[in-house]
């Protein structure tokens, strides 16, 4: 679960008890937004993919990986 914590004078989203992301200017209401929006995509199914998506990942992954082995 994410929450806004002040850290060392800084406020801070943590995630479980760990600091994920420091909040420039101290904008509690940004963090507290973007904790609340965190919080609800935890919690929402996982990305779908089909059959085909799946299959296209898999060729554009292994062309990346040799590419980048050859680099």
Known sequence: MY???LAHGLLTI??????VLRVWDKNLQFANELCELLNELEG???????DED??????IDGT???EVQHA
């Open 14 to 19: 943590q995630r479980n008890g760990r600091n």
């Open 54 to 59: 799946r299959k296209w990942l898999k060729e």
């Open 44 to 50: 929402g199914p996982k990305l779908l993919l089909n």
């Open 64 to 66: 990346f990986c040799r």
């Open 3 to 5: 929450s806004t914590k």
